[in-house]
């Protein structure tokens, strides 16, 4: 588990600190510490650190995010992200975290992204692609299953004058392809930040995440489904209605069948040029001894019935 990183306290400024205040302690920290000239103990590891933290202060999408955690984690603090953590948050990219120069307590938060702005020179004089930005979204299992367009609104970091970081929302219009799997990007042309001297903007990149669904997990484009049977639907076999992300079909459970069974529905989990499937796993539920009716028939399987669920263990 990676160790929490206090930036504020790493560069020594306040949490409220100006970003030109923080650009001047920066060049004072990297001449002090940098490894070709400097004298000071461990002075590559100082080096880094402050490089990490710099590049998150300096930044409005990380600071901002980074400020949500609040001021009462502590340096060297065992450290998990929150739940949902960058939900909805735009992220700029860094070409020295993708090299792998931070500590696993960057990359928890703010993971591996997109590069930097692209310079670009011609006759007119120096342009510079904007930065490709990610950010994660949730969307709901039947989006991937049927695809169509979708209203998402992003949080975007924004530097005022007095360099102070605050979150302006950001509503998007994006086409939700049929079929998107848990992980995969949506790549927007564009959408990204803004480029200089007429560059180009980069592009905005969406890493999709399903919510939790209240019957189906998903796992690539195959679904599965925990599927309540009785003890006589099972014993005897039967034909039961199950749900599918398509609407409910009829499932024809096995005499015999046991709880944990797994049975496949080809076909019917998400879309892709080879469907997915759904596995349905069988789960036997009893019904409630709370009557004596319900206690009488029990009584009479116990007496009646040779079952010994333990005969295997002996």
């Known amino acids: 588990m990676p160790e929490y990183k206090d930036y504020y306290k790493i560069m020594g400024v306040?949490?409220?600190v100006g970003q030109d205040e923080l650009k001047r302690v920066y060049r004072r920290l990297a001449r002090k510490f940098h490894p070709d000239v400097s004298k000071e103990a461990n002075a590559e590891a100082h080096f880094k650190e402050v490089q990490e933290a710099y590049e998150v202060l300096k930044d409005p999408q990380k600071r901002a995010a980074y400020d949500q955690l609040g001021s009462n984690w502590r340096q060297g603090q065992e450290?998990?992200?929150p739940p949902e953590w960058g939900q909805n948050f735009e992220f700029s990219g860094s070409q020295f975290a993708e090299?792998?120069?931070f500590s696993d307590f960057f990359s928890s938060l703010f993971g591996q992204r997109p590069g930097g702005g692209r310079a670009r020179g011609g006759a007119r004089g120096f342009a510079m692609a904007g930065d490709d930005q990610v950010a994660s979204i949730e969307?709901?299992?039947e989006d991937s299953f049927h695809g169509g367009s979708?209203?998402?609104e992003l949080k975007g970091p924004q530097m005022g004058d007095d360099g102070r970081v605050t979150v302006q929302p950001r509503t998007l219009k994006i086409t939700i392809p049929a079929g998107i799997v848990e992980g995969q990007r949506i790549r927007l042309a564009g959408q990204g930040s803004p480029g200089q001297g007429g560059g180009p903007s980069?592009?905005?990149y969406l890493e999709v995440h399903f919510r939790k669904h209240r019957l189906f997990t998903a796992e690539g484009r195959d679904v599965t489904l925990s599927l309540p049977v009785a003890p006589w639907e099972a014993a005897l076999g039967a034909t039961v209605p199950t749900p599918t992300l398509a609407g409910p079909v009829d499932l024809r459970i096995p005499p015999n069948a046991k709880s944990g069974q797994r049975m496949r529905l080809k076909g019917r989990g998400?879309?892709?040029s080879t469907p997915g499937d759904q596995y349905v796993v069988l789960k036997i539920v009893l019904p409630p001894s709370d009557s004596p009716q319900a206690r009488e028939l029990y009584e009479r399987?116990?007496?009646e019935l040779p079952f010994d669920p333990r005969a295997e263990l002996e």
């Open 270 to 272: 998400l879309p892709g």
């Open 99 to 101: 090299e792998g120069g």
């Open 150 to 152: 979708k209203t998402i």
């Open 139 to 141: 969307i709901d299992l």
């Open 301 to 303: 399987m116990q007496r």
């Open 14 to 16: 306040a949490r409220d």
């Open 202 to 204: 980069g592009d905005l």
């Open 79 to 81: 450290f998990r992200p």
